[in-house]
């Protein structure tokens, strides 16, 4: 068992001195905690290469905007005066799609498509060939029935990362006891303060 510097009667009464910036505290943990989360997601999760064997059930990095997403969406509030939340995800339609699964019928904008057959060529006085026109077709809007299995690259991350936000959170309760003011969530991250 781990030792302590001070009784239980002086712990009570540092958490009636220091219980109005214990929420403060545990949302620095919790955004702390968050910050990691959805480093950890991007990373494992959401930086497979383009190409390549199978990657079922992270995904492919094509664009990077669900990547961006997901890395600036750690937020921590308060909820009232004794409870608050952290939280990281993405609002993007197609990476809920993904996270949750999906089977119905979406939209697809109208669009053209480049199509290598159509593309015209002609040789130059040399007689080498170059593409003078580039083959276009035109898709006009429709619906298409899509069938999308649920990848949980977010659940999944949770999941695994949720001893480490345990401790992220008692890091910032311990550094409140210890310094006797709610630390930031990155003071947290690196672990300033004794006992941490």
Known sequence: MRERDFTPDQMAEMLLVYGSHLLHAMMAGGRAAVMVMSGHAVERELSFPKSGPPVFPGLRWKTGHLRRTVAASPEAHAIS?????????????????????????????????????????????EGKRRKVAQGIAFVRAHERYVQIEARRYLGRTLETDAPLADRLIDRAQWMLLMTGAPPTAGEVLSGGGSGA
Do not use: C, M, Q
């Open 81 to 125: 005066e004794k409870e608050g939340e952290a939280s990281f995800g993405t609002s993007v339609p197609y990476g809920v799609k993904f996270e949750t699964g999906y089977d119905g019928t979406e939209s697809v904008p109208a669009h053209t498509r480049r199509i290598k057959s159509r593309s015209l060529w002609a040789r130059n006085e």
